[in-house]
Protein backbone atom coordinates (compact mmCIF):
# COMPACT_ATOMS: atom_id res chain seq x y z
CA UNK A 1 0.00 0.00 0.00
CA UNK A 2 1.09 3.53 -1.12
CA UNK A 3 1.36 6.11 1.99
CA UNK A 4 -0.69 8.31 0.25
CA UNK A 5 -2.88 5.40 -0.02
CA UNK A 6 -2.37 4.15 3.82
CA UNK A 7 -3.39 8.33 4.57
CA UNK A 8 -6.50 8.31 2.98
CA UNK A 9 -7.59 5.08 4.51
CA UNK A 10 -7.26 6.42 8.26
CA UNK A 11 -8.58 9.98 7.45
CA UNK A 12 -12.06 9.70 8.10
CA UNK A 13 -11.60 7.41 10.89
CA UNK A 14 -8.59 9.17 12.49
CA UNK A 15 -11.51 12.18 12.15
CA UNK A 16 -14.01 10.58 14.18
CA UNK A 17 -12.13 9.67 16.72
CA UNK A 18 -9.56 12.73 17.31
CA UNK A 19 -6.79 10.94 15.95
CA UNK A 20 -5.78 14.76 14.47
CA UNK A 21 -2.17 14.31 13.09
CA UNK A 22 0.00 16.71 14.26
CA UNK A 23 6.66 21.32 15.72
CA UNK A 24 10.92 23.72 17.64
CA UNK A 25 13.45 24.82 20.48
CA UNK A 26 12.76 26.99 23.34
CA UNK A 27 11.17 30.54 22.97
CA UNK A 28 12.09 33.90 25.05
CA UNK A 29 8.83 35.35 26.65
CA UNK A 30 9.10 39.03 26.43
CA UNK A 31 6.25 42.01 27.68
CA UNK A 32 6.80 43.55 24.42
CA UNK A 33 8.50 43.15 21.48
CA UNK A 34 10.72 44.40 19.38
CA UNK A 35 9.54 47.29 17.14
CA UNK A 36 7.44 45.87 14.20
CA UNK A 37 9.24 46.14 11.02
CA UNK A 38 6.66 44.73 7.82
CA UNK A 39 6.99 46.50 4.68
CA UNK A 40 4.19 43.87 3.74
CA UNK A 41 1.31 42.68 6.18
CA UNK A 42 -2.15 41.31 4.95
CA UNK A 43 -5.10 42.25 6.21
CA UNK A 44 -6.36 39.89 8.95
CA UNK A 45 -8.08 36.94 7.82
CA UNK A 46 -7.70 34.34 5.18
CA UNK A 47 -9.10 35.00 1.84
CA UNK A 48 -8.42 34.38 -1.96
CA UNK A 49 -6.58 38.11 -1.71
CA UNK A 50 -4.17 36.91 1.12
CA UNK A 51 -3.50 33.53 -1.11
CA UNK A 52 -2.47 35.47 -3.73
CA UNK A 53 -0.41 38.33 -2.23
CA UNK A 54 2.07 35.32 -1.00
CA UNK A 55 2.06 33.61 -4.02
CA UNK A 56 3.10 36.87 -5.98
CA UNK A 57 5.70 38.83 -3.58
CA UNK A 58 7.51 35.47 -3.44
CA UNK A 59 7.09 35.43 -7.35
CA UNK A 60 6.05 31.49 -7.71
CA UNK A 61 5.17 29.40 -10.44
CA UNK A 62 1.57 28.80 -11.23
CA UNK A 63 1.46 25.17 -10.19
CA UNK A 64 2.35 26.23 -6.59
CA UNK A 65 -0.41 28.68 -6.89
CA UNK A 66 -3.03 26.24 -7.88
CA UNK A 67 -1.98 24.40 -5.04
CA UNK A 68 -2.31 27.39 -2.72
CA UNK A 69 -5.90 27.61 -4.04
CA UNK A 70 -7.13 24.02 -3.82
CA UNK A 71 -5.79 24.25 -0.13
CA UNK A 72 -8.07 27.01 0.57
CA UNK A 73 -11.02 25.60 -0.70
CA UNK A 74 -10.14 22.35 1.51
CA UNK A 75 -9.47 24.50 4.41
CA UNK A 76 -13.07 26.87 3.88
CA UNK A 77 -15.20 23.61 3.58
CA UNK A 78 -13.42 21.51 6.45
CA UNK A 79 -14.99 22.17 9.82
CA UNK A 80 -13.26 23.05 13.42
CA UNK A 81 -11.89 19.57 15.06
CA UNK A 82 -14.55 19.46 18.21
CA UNK A 83 -13.06 15.82 19.47
CA UNK A 84 -9.93 17.45 21.63
CA UNK A 85 -8.93 20.45 23.20
CA UNK A 86 -11.05 23.46 23.06
CA UNK A 87 -10.50 25.50 19.64
CA UNK A 88 -13.75 28.32 20.49
CA UNK A 89 -11.25 31.05 21.34
CA UNK A 90 -9.29 30.87 18.45
CA UNK A 91 -10.53 33.45 15.92
CA UNK A 92 -8.97 32.49 12.42
CA UNK A 93 -10.48 35.72 11.07
CA UNK A 94 -8.87 37.82 13.15
CA UNK A 95 -5.57 36.32 12.51
CA UNK A 96 -2.55 37.63 10.14
CA UNK A 97 -1.72 35.21 7.10
CA UNK A 98 1.47 36.92 5.91
CA UNK A 99 4.06 39.51 7.59
CA UNK A 100 7.11 40.45 5.62
CA UNK A 101 9.81 42.34 7.65
CA UNK A 102 12.30 44.92 5.73
CA UNK A 103 15.18 42.65 5.62
CA UNK A 104 16.61 40.61 3.20
CA UNK A 105 17.57 36.90 3.31
CA UNK A 106 21.27 37.07 4.06
CA UNK A 107 24.48 34.32 4.25
CA UNK A 108 26.71 36.57 6.84
CA UNK A 109 25.35 37.04 10.25
CA UNK A 110 26.25 41.01 9.79
CA UNK A 111 24.20 41.98 7.21
CA UNK A 112 21.39 41.33 9.24
CA UNK A 113 19.00 44.16 10.57
CA UNK A 114 20.48 44.70 14.00
CA UNK A 115 17.83 44.72 15.86
CA UNK A 116 16.40 41.29 14.12
CA UNK A 117 20.18 40.37 14.35
CA UNK A 118 20.05 41.33 18.27
CA UNK A 119 16.59 38.96 19.06
CA UNK A 120 18.49 35.66 17.63
CA UNK A 121 21.52 36.59 19.45
CA UNK A 122 19.74 36.11 22.25
CA UNK A 123 19.03 33.27 21.84
CA UNK A 124 22.58 32.00 21.34
CA UNK A 125 21.78 31.21 17.46
CA UNK A 126 25.33 32.23 15.55
CA UNK A 127 27.15 31.27 18.56
CA UNK A 128 25.62 27.39 18.42
CA UNK A 129 26.62 27.90 14.58
CA UNK A 130 30.03 28.31 14.82
CA UNK A 131 30.46 25.48 17.50
CA UNK A 132 27.81 22.85 17.15
CA UNK A 133 25.77 22.95 13.84
CA UNK A 134 26.66 21.79 10.33
CA UNK A 135 24.18 25.02 8.95
CA UNK A 136 21.57 27.00 10.68
CA UNK A 137 18.67 29.40 9.13
CA UNK A 138 16.70 31.97 10.33
CA UNK A 139 13.46 32.89 9.75
CA UNK A 140 11.30 36.31 10.88
CA UNK A 141 8.23 36.45 10.82
CA UNK A 142 7.06 35.07 7.42
CA UNK A 143 10.50 35.48 5.67
CA UNK A 144 14.02 34.03 6.41
CA UNK A 145 16.74 36.62 6.99
CA UNK A 146 19.49 34.33 7.34
CA UNK A 147 20.54 31.31 5.42
CA UNK A 148 24.19 29.22 5.90
CA UNK A 149 25.44 25.72 5.38
CA UNK A 150 29.21 25.06 5.67
CA UNK A 151 31.44 24.58 2.97
CA UNK A 152 31.99 21.19 3.79
CA UNK A 153 28.48 19.84 3.21
CA UNK A 154 27.99 21.67 0.06
CA UNK A 155 30.61 20.50 -1.54
CA UNK A 156 29.11 16.78 -0.64
CA UNK A 157 26.20 17.83 -2.65
CA UNK A 158 24.00 18.50 0.64
CA UNK A 159 20.95 21.31 0.28
CA UNK A 160 19.95 23.46 2.89
CA UNK A 161 18.17 26.27 1.81
CA UNK A 162 15.08 28.55 2.43
CA UNK A 163 12.31 26.73 1.16
CA UNK A 164 11.47 30.12 -0.90
CA UNK A 165 14.54 29.99 -2.37
CA UNK A 166 14.77 25.90 -3.17
CA UNK A 167 11.05 26.41 -5.02
CA UNK A 168 13.09 28.40 -7.26
CA UNK A 169 16.31 26.26 -7.80
CA UNK A 170 15.44 22.92 -7.36
CA UNK A 171 11.38 23.35 -8.92
CA UNK A 172 11.03 19.72 -9.88
CA UNK A 173 12.26 17.97 -6.63
CA UNK A 174 10.29 20.15 -4.75
CA UNK A 175 7.02 19.57 -7.12
CA UNK A 176 7.96 15.90 -6.33
CA UNK A 177 7.40 16.01 -2.67
CA UNK A 178 5.78 19.41 -1.54
CA UNK A 179 2.50 18.01 -0.19
CA UNK A 180 1.77 15.21 -2.31
CA UNK A 181 2.79 11.44 -1.05
CA UNK A 182 3.78 12.39 3.14
CA UNK A 183 0.80 15.24 4.47
CA UNK A 184 -1.38 16.00 1.77
CA UNK A 185 -3.86 19.09 1.51
CA UNK A 186 -6.77 16.72 2.39
CA UNK A 187 -5.13 15.71 5.73
CA UNK A 188 -7.54 17.94 7.99
CA UNK A 189 -8.40 21.25 8.02
CA UNK A 190 -4.94 23.15 9.84
CA UNK A 191 -2.99 21.33 7.24
CA UNK A 192 -5.32 22.22 4.37
CA UNK A 193 -4.33 25.98 6.00
CA UNK A 194 -1.03 25.30 5.63
CA UNK A 195 -1.21 24.76 2.34
CA UNK A 196 -2.64 27.79 1.36
CA UNK A 197 -0.62 30.31 2.87
CA UNK A 198 2.57 28.47 3.80
CA UNK A 199 5.86 30.74 4.04
CA UNK A 200 9.43 30.35 4.18
CA UNK A 201 10.65 27.50 6.25
CA UNK A 202 13.43 24.60 5.63
CA UNK A 203 14.55 22.68 2.98
CA UNK A 204 16.66 19.97 3.19
CA UNK A 205 18.61 17.22 0.48
CA UNK A 206 21.32 14.90 2.11
CA UNK A 207 22.29 12.51 -1.17
CA UNK A 208 23.18 8.99 -1.13
CA UNK A 209 25.68 7.92 1.41
CA UNK A 210 26.37 11.65 2.66
CA UNK A 211 26.21 11.50 7.14
CA UNK A 212 26.47 14.97 8.05
CA UNK A 213 27.88 14.42 11.71
CA UNK A 214 26.76 17.91 13.17
CA UNK A 215 23.19 18.66 13.38
CA UNK A 216 21.54 21.51 10.86
CA UNK A 217 19.17 23.89 12.60
CA UNK A 218 16.24 25.96 11.83
CA UNK A 219 14.68 28.70 13.90
CA UNK A 220 11.51 30.67 13.68
CA UNK A 221 10.84 34.09 15.16
CA UNK A 222 6.73 35.13 15.05
CA UNK A 223 6.82 38.74 16.37
CA UNK A 224 3.87 40.64 14.54
CA UNK A 225 1.23 40.72 17.23
CA UNK A 226 -1.83 38.30 16.31
CA UNK A 227 0.13 36.74 13.46
CA UNK A 228 0.52 33.44 11.74
CA UNK A 229 3.71 31.63 10.86
CA UNK A 230 3.15 28.75 8.65
CA UNK A 231 7.01 27.23 7.96
CA UNK A 232 7.56 24.53 6.05
CA UNK A 233 10.38 21.84 6.67
CA UNK A 234 10.65 19.72 4.13
CA UNK A 235 13.51 16.93 4.43
CA UNK A 236 14.84 13.89 2.04
CA UNK A 237 17.03 11.44 3.16
CA UNK A 238 18.77 9.64 -0.15
CA UNK A 239 19.88 6.30 0.75
CA UNK A 240 22.46 5.30 2.94
CA UNK A 241 22.81 9.08 4.30
CA UNK A 242 21.87 10.16 7.65
CA UNK A 243 20.76 13.46 8.79
CA UNK A 244 20.15 15.52 12.67
CA UNK A 245 18.32 18.48 12.48
CA UNK A 246 16.75 20.92 15.13
CA UNK A 247 13.69 23.04 15.01
CA UNK A 248 13.20 25.96 17.09
CA UNK A 249 10.31 28.63 17.12
CA UNK A 250 9.46 31.78 19.55
CA UNK A 251 7.22 34.40 20.02
CA UNK A 252 6.60 37.57 22.20
CA UNK A 253 3.72 37.67 24.88
CA UNK A 254 1.28 39.64 23.75
CA UNK A 255 -2.69 39.98 24.56
CA UNK A 256 -3.71 38.98 21.34
CA UNK A 257 -3.83 35.29 19.89
CA UNK A 258 -1.63 33.73 18.10
CA UNK A 259 -1.49 30.79 15.50
CA UNK A 260 1.39 28.65 14.68
CA UNK A 261 0.35 25.54 11.68
CA UNK A 262 3.68 24.68 10.16
CA UNK A 263 4.41 21.76 8.76
CA UNK A 264 7.25 18.76 8.68
CA UNK A 265 7.54 16.64 6.09
CA UNK A 266 10.47 13.70 6.27
CA UNK A 267 11.53 11.38 3.54
CA UNK A 268 13.59 8.62 4.56
CA UNK A 269 14.67 6.51 1.90
CA UNK A 270 16.17 3.17 1.79
CA UNK A 271 18.92 2.54 4.65
CA UNK A 272 19.00 5.98 5.41
CA UNK A 273 18.47 7.76 9.35
CA UNK A 274 16.98 11.23 10.30
CA UNK A 275 16.90 12.50 13.93
CA UNK A 276 14.12 15.26 13.95
CA UNK A 277 14.24 17.31 17.77
CA UNK A 278 12.51 19.96 19.24
CA UNK A 279 11.94 21.37 22.23
CA UNK A 280 8.79 24.24 22.16
CA UNK A 281 8.02 26.05 24.71
CA UNK A 282 5.82 28.96 22.67
CA UNK A 283 4.33 31.99 24.74
CA UNK A 284 0.72 31.41 26.60
CA UNK A 285 -1.84 32.83 24.09
CA UNK A 286 -0.50 30.71 20.95
CA UNK A 287 -2.45 28.00 19.30
CA UNK A 288 0.31 25.71 18.14
CA UNK A 289 -1.44 23.21 15.63
CA UNK A 290 1.25 21.56 13.89
CA UNK A 291 1.04 18.91 11.02
CA UNK A 292 4.57 16.31 10.99
CA UNK A 293 5.14 13.05 9.52
CA UNK A 294 7.93 10.87 7.59
CA UNK A 295 7.46 8.00 5.36
CA UNK A 296 10.11 5.93 6.23
CA UNK A 297 11.71 3.08 3.09
CA UNK A 298 13.32 -0.56 3.71
CA UNK A 299 15.79 -0.54 6.50
CA UNK A 300 15.14 3.32 7.09
CA UNK A 301 15.15 4.66 10.86
CA UNK A 302 13.11 7.96 11.95
CA UNK A 303 13.79 9.63 15.15
CA UNK A 304 11.59 12.09 16.47
CA UNK A 305 12.31 13.81 19.97
CA UNK A 306 9.74 16.47 21.27
CA UNK A 307 9.78 18.39 24.40
CA UNK A 308 6.58 20.52 24.61
CA UNK A 309 5.92 23.19 27.25
CA UNK A 310 4.79 26.57 25.77
CA UNK A 311 1.46 27.52 24.26
CA UNK A 312 -2.48 27.97 25.76
CA UNK A 313 -3.45 24.72 23.18
CA UNK A 314 -1.02 22.50 21.51
CA UNK A 315 -2.44 19.52 19.48
CA UNK A 316 1.00 17.78 18.39
CA UNK A 317 1.28 14.01 16.83
CA UNK A 318 4.54 13.32 14.70
CA UNK A 319 3.70 10.01 12.68
CA UNK A 320 5.93 7.70 10.91
CA UNK A 321 4.52 5.57 7.87
CA UNK A 322 6.86 2.49 7.68
CA UNK A 323 6.89 1.54 4.19
CA UNK A 324 9.65 -0.43 3.69
CA UNK A 325 10.77 -3.91 5.25
CA UNK A 326 12.81 -3.41 8.13
CA UNK A 327 11.78 0.44 8.19
CA UNK A 328 11.96 1.33 11.75
CA UNK A 329 10.69 4.68 14.02
CA UNK A 330 11.48 5.73 17.70
CA UNK A 331 8.94 8.42 18.76
CA UNK A 332 10.50 10.37 22.74
CA UNK A 333 8.50 13.40 23.95
CA UNK A 334 7.97 15.25 27.02
CA UNK A 335 4.71 17.37 27.48
CA UNK A 336 4.24 20.06 30.43
CA UNK A 337 0.92 22.29 31.14
CA UNK A 338 0.99 24.58 33.57
CA UNK A 339 -2.19 26.80 34.39
CA UNK A 340 -4.51 27.61 31.43
CA UNK A 341 -2.53 25.35 29.18
CA UNK A 342 -3.97 21.82 27.23
CA UNK A 343 -0.94 19.97 25.65
CA UNK A 344 -2.52 17.29 24.01
CA UNK A 345 -0.09 15.20 22.27
CA UNK A 346 1.50 12.23 21.04
CA UNK A 347 2.39 9.97 18.49
CA UNK A 348 0.94 7.85 15.25
CA UNK A 349 3.04 4.77 13.75
CA UNK A 350 1.35 3.09 10.45
CA UNK A 351 3.07 -0.34 10.13
CA UNK A 352 2.74 -1.42 6.08
CA UNK A 353 5.90 -3.51 6.00
CA UNK A 354 7.08 -6.75 6.99
CA UNK A 355 9.49 -6.60 9.95
CA UNK A 356 8.95 -3.17 10.92
CA UNK A 357 9.55 -1.84 14.27
CA UNK A 358 8.65 0.94 16.73
CA UNK A 359 8.58 2.49 19.92
CA UNK A 360 6.73 5.19 21.58
CA UNK A 361 7.97 6.76 25.00
CA UNK A 362 5.75 9.34 25.65
CA UNK A 363 6.00 11.50 29.24
CA UNK A 364 3.51 14.20 30.79
CA UNK A 365 3.54 16.44 33.68
CA UNK A 366 0.32 18.80 34.79
CA UNK A 367 0.33 21.13 37.17
CA UNK A 368 -1.64 24.38 38.72
CA UNK A 369 -4.90 22.94 36.48
CA UNK A 370 -2.67 21.96 33.48
CA UNK A 371 -4.16 19.20 31.22
CA UNK A 372 -1.53 17.01 29.41
CA UNK A 373 -3.71 13.88 26.97
CA UNK A 374 -1.81 11.53 25.13
CA UNK A 375 -3.22 10.73 22.10
CA UNK A 376 -1.68 7.76 20.30
CA UNK A 377 -2.39 5.60 17.14
CA UNK A 378 -1.01 2.29 15.95
CA UNK A 379 -1.86 0.52 12.98
CA UNK A 380 -0.35 -2.72 11.88
CA UNK A 381 -1.90 -3.54 8.45
CA UNK A 382 -2.74 -6.67 6.63
CA UNK A 383 0.72 -8.28 5.66
CA UNK A 384 3.15 -6.46 8.13
CA UNK A 385 4.55 -9.75 9.47
CA UNK A 386 6.76 -9.94 12.74
CA UNK A 387 6.17 -6.63 13.41
CA UNK A 388 6.88 -4.66 16.60
CA UNK A 389 5.54 -1.84 18.54
CA UNK A 390 6.15 -0.60 22.07
CA UNK A 391 4.22 1.97 23.79
CA UNK A 392 5.37 3.45 26.74
CA UNK A 393 3.10 6.30 28.35
CA UNK A 394 4.06 7.69 32.13
CA UNK A 395 2.13 10.95 33.66
CA UNK A 396 3.29 12.75 36.51
CA UNK A 397 0.42 15.00 37.93
CA UNK A 398 1.66 17.33 40.79
CA UNK A 399 -1.52 18.64 42.23
CA UNK A 400 -5.11 18.06 42.92
CA UNK A 401 -6.22 20.32 39.95
CA UNK A 402 -4.34 19.04 37.35
CA UNK A 403 -5.62 16.82 34.68
CA UNK A 404 -3.87 13.75 33.26
CA UNK A 405 -5.90 11.85 29.64
CA UNK A 406 -4.36 8.79 28.48
CA UNK A 407 -5.97 8.13 24.77
CA UNK A 408 -4.46 5.20 23.21
CA UNK A 409 -6.22 3.11 19.65
CA UNK A 410 -4.50 0.04 18.00
CA UNK A 411 -5.40 -1.41 14.99
CA UNK A 412 -4.17 -4.67 14.73
CA UNK A 413 -4.30 -6.72 11.27
CA UNK A 414 -1.92 -9.34 11.60
CA UNK A 415 -1.43 -12.09 13.72
CA UNK A 416 2.09 -12.96 13.85
CA UNK A 417 3.02 -9.76 15.40
CA UNK A 418 4.75 -8.19 19.02
CA UNK A 419 2.67 -5.48 20.50
CA UNK A 420 3.44 -3.85 23.67
CA UNK A 421 1.28 -0.65 25.14
CA UNK A 422 2.10 0.29 28.78
CA UNK A 423 0.79 3.62 31.11
CA UNK A 424 1.36 4.92 33.98
CA UNK A 425 -0.89 7.43 35.93
CA UNK A 426 0.63 8.86 39.60
CA UNK A 427 1.70 11.91 42.07
CA UNK A 428 5.18 12.22 43.44
CA UNK A 429 4.78 9.34 46.63
CA UNK A 430 5.04 11.37 50.07
CA UNK A 431 8.01 8.13 50.92
CA UNK A 432 10.16 10.06 48.09
CA UNK A 433 9.56 13.41 49.47
CA UNK A 434 10.24 12.20 52.77
CA UNK A 435 13.40 10.54 52.42
CA UNK A 436 14.60 13.47 50.52
CA UNK A 437 14.10 15.94 52.80
CA UNK A 438 15.35 13.68 55.40
CA UNK A 439 18.61 14.46 53.58
CA UNK A 440 18.40 18.16 53.97
CA UNK A 441 16.87 19.29 51.17
CA UNK A 442 13.58 21.38 51.11
CA UNK A 443 9.77 20.27 49.76
CA UNK A 444 10.27 21.86 46.42
CA UNK A 445 14.34 20.95 46.09
CA UNK A 446 13.36 17.47 46.57
CA UNK A 447 10.05 17.90 44.25
CA UNK A 448 12.61 19.35 41.54
CA UNK A 449 14.98 16.09 41.95
CA UNK A 450 12.18 13.89 41.38
CA UNK A 451 10.60 15.42 38.38
CA UNK A 452 14.29 15.92 37.34
CA UNK A 453 14.71 11.75 37.16
CA UNK A 454 10.81 11.31 35.70
CA UNK A 455 12.18 13.54 32.35
CA UNK A 456 15.53 12.07 32.49
CA UNK A 457 14.84 9.11 29.59
CA UNK A 458 13.76 11.83 27.55
CA UNK A 459 16.44 14.77 28.31
CA UNK A 460 19.41 12.34 27.61
CA UNK A 461 18.07 12.23 24.06
CA UNK A 462 18.54 15.74 23.42
CA UNK A 463 21.77 17.84 22.24
CA UNK A 464 23.34 18.69 25.46
CA UNK A 465 22.82 22.58 24.92
CA UNK A 466 19.12 21.59 24.56
CA UNK A 467 19.36 19.29 27.49
CA UNK A 468 20.47 21.70 29.71
CA UNK A 469 17.66 24.18 28.79
CA UNK A 470 14.82 21.87 28.98
CA UNK A 471 15.61 21.04 32.61
CA UNK A 472 15.98 24.52 33.68
CA UNK A 473 12.42 25.44 31.84
CA UNK A 474 10.97 22.96 33.90
CA UNK A 475 12.27 23.43 36.62
CA UNK A 476 11.49 27.15 36.41
CA UNK A 477 7.78 25.98 35.65
CA UNK A 478 7.66 24.02 38.97
CA UNK A 479 9.18 26.64 41.41
CA UNK A 480 6.93 27.17 43.94
CA UNK A 481 5.21 23.55 44.27
CA UNK A 482 5.65 21.75 47.92
Known amino acids: MAPTEAIKEEKTEHDQKGLFTESTLTREILDSANEERNVIQSTPGVTEEVVRLISSDKKEPQWMLDLRLKALNVFQSMPIPKWGPNLDKLKLDEITYFAKPDAKESNKWEDVPADIRRTF ?233 PETSCTIRAKSISKDGGITTYRGFLKINKGATDAKAHVLCDALILDKDSVSNTTPHMEINEQNVDIAHEATTGRISEEKLFYLMSRGLSQEEAVKLVVSGFIEPIVKQLPLEYAVELNRLIELEIEGVG
Not at 126 to 144: F, H, I
Not at 205 to 224: C, D, E, H, S
Open 121 to 353: ERLGIPEAERTLLAGAGSQYDSEMVYHNLKEEWSKQGVIFENMDVALHQYPELVKEYFMTKCVPITDHKFAALHGAVWSGGTFIYVPKGVKIKLPLQAYFRMNTKGAGQFEHTLIIVDEGAEVMYIEGCSAPQYTANSLHAGCVEVYVKKGARARYSSVENWSKNTYNLNTKRAVVDEDGFMEWIGGNMGSCVTMLYPCSILKGRRARADHTSIAFAGKGQDQDTGAKVIHLA
